[in-house]
């Protein structure tokens, strides 16, 4: 695949920032864009993976001592995942959300093996993946030792209104609220 075609994966689209050629096989960086409803579900694998978040609200799931837990993320914020951590992410609200995914050129291989060819007009955009399509990103995914849970997800434990209005009247002062973090 070109990596400078934009590629669907479930729903979610992708643009190569950096390859693994450009980062002399060090890392990958790609821009996801997460249309409303979209969700990758409680998913690990052995490549670590960090999400940017750009624009929007989406919530990240992460394995906790209560099981599954989801918390919204917003601009500026920065959340990890470590190798093998179960982990997902979700966009519940009405409009896009952007993000940077900084990971392994292992991840990056399996995003370009998985991902199929997205036109202007996609038709993979605001669509329900098939079950085909989900079975053909599992079967995939195993090659590259992911594991999906069939955990259902859960609620969000942290909305918006409860995280940004009062961080932002503890402290009026503070330009960016990108140093709470989630987990």
């Known amino acids: 695949m070109n990596k400078s075609e934009k590629i669907e994966l479930l729903g979610v689209e992708l643009k190569w920032r950096l390859t693994d050629a450009e980062t002399n096989n060090q890392y990958c960086i790609l821009e996801a864009t997460i249309p409303p409803g979209v969700v990758a579900p409680p ?7 960090t999400f940017f978040i750009l624009e929007g609200a989406p919530e990240f799931a992460r394995e906790s001592p209560n099981g599954l837990e989801w918390c919204f993320a917003v601009p500026g914020e920065t959340i990890h995942m470590p190798s093998m951590a ?22 990056g291989r399996f995003f370009d093996e998985a991902g199929l060819p997205f036109g202007y007009e996609s038709p993979y955009r605001h669509k329900i993946p098939s079950v085909e399509q989900v079975q053909r990103v599992m079967e995939i995914g195993a090659r590259y030792g992911h594991h999906f849970s069939s955990n259902r997800p859960g609620v969000c434990k942290r909305s918006p209104a409860d995280f940004a209005t009062p961080r932002l009247l503890a402290h009026p002062a503070t330009s960016s609220i990108n140093r709470v973090y989630l987990f």
């Not at 998913?43 to 993976?49: L, N, S």
């Not at 179960?86 to 991840?107: E, K, Y």
Request: with cysteine.
């Open 43 to 49: 998913h690990c694998h052995p490549d670590q993976e």
């Open 86 to 107: 179960l982990h997902g992410f979700r966009n519940p609200t009405t409009t896009d959300a952007r993000v940077l995914i900084t990971c392994s050129p292992n991840l």
